[in-house]
């Protein structure tokens, strides 16, 4: 297939770009390049030794888009560019709504336009919201997320519903991701958060390297086997393989909006996450456990039995592979891409 990825330089965007490659598609990627790199571009072309069209474009052009889907270039988009911080998303819920919702009505209204309907959605397991019981299943419903940012997760998937009532010729698989982490096993891409990061594994990666002093672990005391948090930690080459799945799913069996957990199954503690990295590194990694983050829940782990099912995919790669991989990329590259 054609396939056009929104987001293609970021972190998810840039191992799907590798395994969509890998499987014998035909690529090309749109990135505003506000939170990533042209570089990372270039590093996908060495991975996959094939040629990556990468357009700067701000999905809220809607000429622009418009442009870029004419003349039956594409045959599916796979849709991840957005902004991503939880704890920014409070300060400034405007900023994530208008560029969340307004880039993918943009996409959506250009797409449908160019009579293109294969959609693949970024979502992500926040849309479960607090008061799900673990495991989260597949066909629970999105009720709301604790986030400005979860939220723009719960009401595109809405919106896709709706837009898959008006119209049967759409065929969107909404994936719902948990933790990805890690790294391509060549150390030439990974994640790269700009400033502090804010999630775990980048965190650890850094102070591993010497960018960071120590790790704080936000809260001790939480009711779980350890007392600090558990999450679904899944491998993003693992993730990278499920959107190349859902792709080629909604071509061959033609649902019209379904929705996939890309989780492993299992929750890992932050405590066990720091111990796998220093297996991983090779030395003692420095931390101390502070106070709770607000918002914050105590565990969570996906069911993905129906992704298992339905798409033949399972996560198959272990947390000290995600670990190893990390360093690797963090070692080989401690300031991240290169400008
Ligand atoms: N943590 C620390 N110290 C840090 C960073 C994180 O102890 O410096 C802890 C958190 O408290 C949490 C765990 O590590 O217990 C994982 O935190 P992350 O920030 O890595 O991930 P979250 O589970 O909070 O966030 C993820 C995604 C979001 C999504 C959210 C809810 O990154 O996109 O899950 O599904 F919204």
Not at 11 to 28: A, F
Not at 79 to 96: T, W
Request: charge should be negative.
């Amino acid at each position: 297939m054609r396939v056009l990825v929104t987001g293609g330089a970021g972190y998810i965007g840039s191992h799907t770009v590798v395994s969509l490659l890998e499987s014998g598609h035909e690529v090309e990627v749109v990135d505003s390049f506000v939170n990533s790199k042209p570089s990372a571009i270039r590093r996908i072309e060495e991975i996959t030794g094939r040629a990556v069209p990468a357009h700067s474009v701000d999905l809220r052009d809607r000429a622009a888009v418009s442009g870029l889907l004419a003349d039956g270039r594409f045959d599916g988009v796979i849709h991840l560019a957005a902004l991503k911080a939880v704890g920014e998303s409070m300060q400034e819920p405007l900023a994530y709504y208008d560029n969340n919702l307004g880039s993918t009505y943009s996409l959506l209204q250009a797409m449908a336009e160019h009579d293109v309907r294969t959609f693949v959605f970024s979502s992500s397991a926040t849309v479960y919201g607090a008061k799900a019981p673990v495991p989260y299943r597949e066909d629970f419903e999105p009720l709301e997320s604790s986030s400005p940012y979860g939220q723009t997760k719960v009401m595109i998937e809405r919106v896709l519903e709706d837009v898959a009532v008006a119209d049967p010729e759409w065929r969107i698989a909404l994936l719902r991701y948990f933790n990805p982490v890690g790294a391509h096993e060549s150390g030439l891409i990974g994640e790269d958060p700009q400033g502090v990061p804010n999630n775990l594994v980048p965190f650890i990666a850094q102070v591993a390297v010497g960018r960071r002093e120590k790790l704080s672990i936000y809260g001790g005391d939480y009711p779980t086997e350890d007392g600090t948090c558990e999450r679904d930690y899944i491998h993003v080459s693992d993730v990278a393989a499920g959107h190349v799945a859902a792709l080629e799913h909604l071509v061959a069996s033609a649902p019209q909006v379904r929705a996939w957990n890309l989780g492993s199954g299992t929750g890992t503690s932050v405590l066990q996450m720091i111990k796998a990295f220093e297996r991983a590194c090779g030395r003692e990694l420095p931390y101390e456990i502070v106070d709770r983050r607000p918002g914050d829940l105590a565990a969570f782990w996906a069911d993905p039995t129906r992704a298992n099912a339905e798409l033949g995919w399972a996560a198959t790669r272990t947390v000290d592979d995600m670990c190893a991989d990390t360093w690797r990329w963090q070692s080989a590259n401690p300031t991240g891409f290169p400008d």
